[in-house]
């Protein structure tokens, strides 16, 4: 009797099982929902960027043209199997000070929420799913470092050694000199002025130069030993000095292991680049975009990866073209 009734209880667990099981709405009518959540005083609200009258004006015209054309691309008027649920909102760096000049930066993050069936009952879940967030102005958002740090005190130190990074390699082209990049974590369309380049190379010089200030900071705080700076030293002593003013290559198998520096023309040798800190023009206004970025998360750009919300994203970003985004640029 007690077997017959375990294997009773086993049938009626595996029966719910399978009437709870989710079903494929790939095909299913879903929305764009649009909230606009910059008037809040809520996290993300514009408040913090203490606007007059006509920054604020601007900074909505320019919000809504980004939002709007988000909203023309094919999957957002008709979004299958998933819901839009578009927030727009500021971008705002709340542990550090804002100066009065600041370039405002904007967001617009689009979770795609993928529609469910469970008992005969429809819903949609926005929790941990595939997203797209777009940016202005927010030069962090178009790098990723290469070279691997320690948490130090000296933020400074830290920073300008963080500043350097690789080329990301390009995954996408959209056209117009606009392209999906594939960074390590995520994908990212960079969308910069065309009147001056956005990343320039860096010199081994330059390259030696941040890497000591970080190295010295390290030694001073016990993060590295006397022994480990005094190799560092005499490996960048061994560098020719016609390498010195060279655009700045490295490599892990280098002879150099310290600090990786090598020729250009060394197999597997990456060339090291920085943020043009002249890409930004002072005199146009703080509200001026003069830089879009759209990320989404990393492998959302195989068919074969993740569900419907994840191939609705890649659906999306590939229906983007250059010569628009471009034009939503405040300078031509």
């Not at 809504?64 to 199997?81: C, D, I, R, T």
């Not at 578009?86 to 967001?107: F, G, I, P, T």
């Not at 590295?224 to 490295?250: G, Y």
Request: a negative charge.
């Amino acid at each position: 009797m007690r077997i017959i009734l375990i294997a009773f209880y086993l049938l009626c667990i595996s029966s719910v099982a399978i009437s709870q099981e989710t079903k494929d709405l790939s095909n299913y009518p879903g929305k764009w929902i649009y909230t606009n959540n910059n008037l809040s005083n809520e996290w993300f609200s514009e408040k913090f960027y203490k606007m007059n009258a006509t920054e604020l004006q601007k900074y909505h015209s320019t919000t809504e043209k980004l939002v709007n054309y988000l909203h023309q691309q094919p999957v957002a008027q008709n979004p299958l199997g998933v819901t839009l649920n578009v927030q727009s909102r500021c971008a705002y760096d709340h542990y550090m000070l804002s100066a009065a000049n600041e370039r405002v930066k904007a967001e617009i993050y689009i979770p795609f929420c993928y529609f469910y069936e469970r008992n005969g009952k429809i819903n949609y879940s926005c929790d941990e799913v595939s997203n797209i967030k777009l940016r202005t102005n927010d030069e962090s958002q178009a790098f990723e470092p290469a070279m691997s740090y320690d948490q130090l005190d000296d933020k400074q130190a830290v920073n300008q050694y963080m500043e350097i990074f690789y080329l990301p390699a390009k995954l996408l082209d959209l056209g117009s000199g606009v392209y999906l990049y594939n960074w390590y974590y995520e994908n990212r369309i960079v969308v910069a002025r065309n009147d001056r380049p956005f990343w320039i190379p860096i010199t081994n010089r330059e390259f030696i130069n941040r890497m000591m200030i970080y190295y010295t900071a390290s030694l001073k705080e016990g993060k590295i030993s006397q022994m480990l700076m005094d190799a560092l030293k005499s490996e960048i002593a061994t560098i020719p000095a016609e390498m010195i003013n060279m655009p700045a290559f490295v490599n892990v198998n280098s002879e150099r292991p310290l600090t990786g520096i090598c020729n250009m023309d060394e197999e597997s040798a990456f060339a090291l680049y920085k943020l043009n800190p002249a890409y930004f023009d002072p005199s146009l206004p703080r509200t001026s975009v003069q830089l879009i970025t759209i990320t989404i998360e990393g492998h959302a750009d195989s068919p074969d990866w993740g569900g419907i919300n994840a191939h609705r994203v890649w659906e999306f970003i590939q229906g983007l073209k250059g010569s628009d985004l471009r034009k939503l640029l405040d300078i031509n």
